[in-house]
């Protein structure tokens, strides 16, 4: 439920992008359906998108009868450089493919998308949209699960294997997320020794101090403190990039370490 009915978040995404790219226009498109949910998000990162000084270009699609060439139409029309959405992964796909057929994704620096879509399927997801497939950039909090050169990310990996779910349709960012919070509990188990109870678990997750799995998460806590108008919040960035010559395609980690990917961010907030 967030602080007093509201959810929080910084604008360290637009922050990223402003300052890897300063001589990109700074104008974004924000597509979403006509659906409350959908809207309210979309509302929050059309928000933070202006904070940062973006110019956003709302566009609503229908969501029985969504027509993504026209919203595509009108964006291209506007100049946008930059475009996020607040669409399923149908939609995603679609809003990709009407990208390339009308000429949008060689005018946009990066398709943004967030961890629901940093999956390892996503050559053969966005298979007729080459072009913005290859300018979908993904942001999150957690390691990137193709740098399996981390020993953290190598024993995640590991695990996926022994269980046989390491097809490119399981293997997601998702996943590893489920990991990292796998490991949090287990942790937190763990400091109970023989006398496991529930409190004792609440005990260890409430505790002073920040949690990083292991090295697989910018640091979190689950401490309740009052909203703050400014904070400073780290973040991962990776890139999906085809392989060479039609080989399997990959996400390619974007800074050179999360925890110091760092920006002092207003944070704006929303009603879930």
């Known amino acids: 439920d967030g602080f007093g009915g509201k959810l929080e978040g910084g604008t360290e995404v637009y922050r990223f992008f402003k300052t890897r790219f300063p001589k990109v226009p700074l104008k974004a498109g924000v597509v979403y359906y006509n659906q409350a949910d959908s809207q309210r998000y979309a509302d929050n990162l059309v928000q933070g998108l202006r904070a940062e000084g973006y110019t956003a270009v709302p566009e609503e699609v229908n969501f029985a009868l969504p027509d993504y060439d026209s919203a595509v139409l009108d964006l291209r029309a506007q100049g946008v450089t930059y475009v996020y959405d607040v669409l399923d992964a149908g939609g995603n796909e679609n809003l990709c493919a009407s990208m ?5 994704s060689g005018q946009v620096t990066a398709k943004v998308t967030t961890t629901q879509s940093w999956v390892g399927a996503v050559d053969t997801q966005y298979d007729s949209s080459p072009v913005c497939r290859n300018k979908i950039w993904a942001t999150g909090n957690t390691l990137n699960y193709d740098d399996t050169h981390l020993p953290q990310v190598a024993a995640f990996r590991a695990a996926m294997t022994r269980e046989h779910t390491d097809s ?17 509990l287990a942790d937190a188990m763990g400091s109970c020794g023989a006398r496991l109870t529930r409190s004792c678990v609440e005990a260890y997750l409430r505790r002073p101090g920040e949690y990083d ?5 910018t640091p979190r806590d689950f401490t309740v403190r009052p909203p703050v108008k400014h904070e400073v919040n780290c973040l991962n960035v990776a890139r999906w990039q085809d392989g060479a010559g039609g080989g399997k395609g990959s996400w390619v980690t974007q800074v050179k370490d999360m925890d110091t990917t760092c920006y002092d961010v207003p944070n704006v907030y929303y009603t879930p």
């Open 100 to 104: 390339d057929a009308n000429g949008l």
């Open 168 to 184: 490119p349709e399981q293997l997601s960012e998702w996943a590893l997320e489920g990991w990292a919070g796998a490991q949090w």
């Open 213 to 217: 799995g292991h090295g697989l998460l």
